[in-house]
């Protein structure tokens, strides 16, 4: 099914999903969740939560089209296309947020927040995860499940059975 659409190219109506998927996400984090103090939430919002009670689901449905979209990408064969295009979108933003989190927790943190130089580096590689090193901000934590499936792909490139992707990875 994923070589079907392979030579596409963009496809609006996905990105249009995923963008929806990660709204619902950030509304039901905001109407839920509030500002926590102490576990506590002083902030809820009470007529969006009704609206947004399932939107933690639209971290599933984001995975899984990223991951079609991702999978449409590694069609091209190529393991150093895949990688470098990997490379060129993820580490530009995520090194400006970890600098902008780093930066914000030596200014104003507080006792509950706190960052090392040493611990700003690792993060840096984005590879915390793996190095068990403390994650700089605990919303990276999806990168890290993004870049378990990068692996994956990447060993399928290596192997030349990207034809074979969908049967692979079903086991």
């Not at 963008?19 to 839920?32: D, K, N, T």
């Not at 990408?73 to 979108?89: D, E, K, P």
Request: proline fraction near 2%; hydrophobic fraction near 55%.
């Amino acid at each position: 099914m994923i070589a079907r659409y392979a030579n596409i190219g963009r496809v609006n109506e996905l990105d249009l999903m995923r963008f929806l998927a990660a709204l619902a996400v950030v509304f039901h984090h905001y109407s839920l969740n509030g500002f926590v103090v102490n576990a506590q939430t002083i902030a809820p919002y009470p007529l969006l939560s009704s609206l947004f009670r399932y939107g933690y689901l639209g971290v599933d449905l984001f995975f899984m089209i990223s991951g079609f979209v991702i999978l449409m990408t590694a069609f091209s064969g190529s393991l150093r296309h895949f990688v470098l295009s990997r490379l060129v979108r993820l580490y530009p933003a995520f090194w400006i947020c970890c600098t902008i989190t780093f930066v914000a927790i030596l200014t104003i943190g507080s006792p509950d927040y706190v960052a090392t130089f040493s611990q700003y580096l690792v993060n840096m590689s984005m590879l915390s995860d793996f190095m068990d090193v403390e994650s700089i901000d605990n919303a990276y934590w999806s990168l890290f499940v993004e870049l378990k499936f990068y692996a994956l792909v990447a060993i399928v490139l290596l192997l030349g059975k990207v034809q074979q992707i969908e049967t692979l990875f079903i086991f």
